[in-house]
């Protein structure tokens, strides 16, 4: 399997169908959904729904129940990216390579957009449960688990404490608890959903929880690595941000080397999750490593 084929295909699939669950509109709120799609369909690695879709080849061989939930995903990601580019929050000028929403547009529209991508999330999965009523049970316990992982159990109380972290020296444990929240919650939650559609067993559904918790770890911490070390024409932002911001990072209360060795771990720990699973795990292995060496 060439995971960087893989990828692509499954990015290609995620693109067609959010342009298709988002169309352009004219009418007077013309511009809020010029917005939203401006974020949504300009670029990204669409991480959360390939985990999603993953998930679900790992137990079931295929994903198509599980795309509409991918969709969703990358439009509550989207909206948390939005939301955290704006003057009161992080301040960004540059997101995936481009102006961010406020900059292109204007702050009340990216506030409005970041809203619309929300709500259109809930919107995009309680249609596809009402399209599949024999598999009604499994969309929503996705959606109890994407709307947790989101809300203030997940990402939104991440995101608080993270701002109130700032400029304050922070243990390694509230690193960890901080970034449980504010990123791990949504990928761990990627991963659930698509075993949940997949019509994994509850062991199966456990296990890829494990593998998808350790993922969100992993991400962060290379995410905080890519902030100290990466490029920033490869990433998209500007670098070396959360060391002027004074944000509590793994980099920061490991150092660079101990917290690449820390994710290293966590990769072993995460390849041993997928041991049950055999050759279908093979994509959500391959992404596992892949955060290891990842440049964006
Ligand atoms: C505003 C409620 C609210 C939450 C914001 C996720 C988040 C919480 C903020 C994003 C800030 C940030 C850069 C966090 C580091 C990890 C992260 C989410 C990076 C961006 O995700 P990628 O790398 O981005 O998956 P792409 O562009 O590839 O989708």
Request: with cysteine; charged share 20%; proline share 4%.
């Amino acid at each position: 399997m060439d995971l960087k084929d893989y990828l692509s295909q499954r990015k290609i699939l995620v693109d067609q169908k959010l342009s298709e669950l988002l169309p352009a509109v004219n009418g007077p709120h013309t511009r809020v959904v010029e917005a939203m799609r401006y974020s949504l369909l300009g670029g990204g690695k669409r991480l959360r729904p390939i985990l999603c879709l993953a998930a679900a080849e790992a137990v079931a061989g295929e994903s198509a129940a599980a795309l509409p939930v991918a969709c969703a995903l990358e439009m509550i990601h989207t909206y948390s990216l939005i939301h955290d580019d704006l003057p009161a929050m992080d301040d960004d000028d540059l997101r995936r390579g481009r102006p961010t929403c406020h900059k292109q547009f204007d702050e009340a529209t990216a506030i409005l957009a970041g809203d619309g991508l929300l709500t259109a999330a809930f919107a995009v999965m309680a249609e596809a449960a009402l399209r599949n009523l024999a598999n009604v049970v499994a969309y929503m316990e996705a959606v109890q688990t994407i709307a947790g992982a989101s809300g203030h159990q997940g990402m939104v109380g991440g995101q608080m404490a993270d701002l109130l972290a700032e400029g304050r020296p922070s243990s390694l444990e509230q690193v960890e608890a901080i970034h449980r929240m504010k990123t791990g919650a949504l990928l761990t939650a990627a991963v659930r959903a698509g075993a949940v559609l997949g019509g994994g067993s509850p062991a199966q559904v456990e296990a890829l929880t494990r593998y998808g918790e350790k993922f969100g770890l992993i991400f962060q911490i290379t995410d905080d690595l890519l902030d100290v070390e990466g490029e920033s024409a490869e990433m998209g932002k500007p670098t070396g941000m959360d060391a002027v911001r004074q944000k509590a990072t793994y980099p920061a209360v490991l150092g660079v080397a101990g917290a690449r060795e820390q994710a290293r771990q966590l990769v072993e720990g995460a390849l041993l999750d997928l041991q049950p699973f055999g050759a279908a795990a093979e994509p959500l292995r391959q992404l596992a490593r892949y955060l290891l060496v990842r440049r964006q």
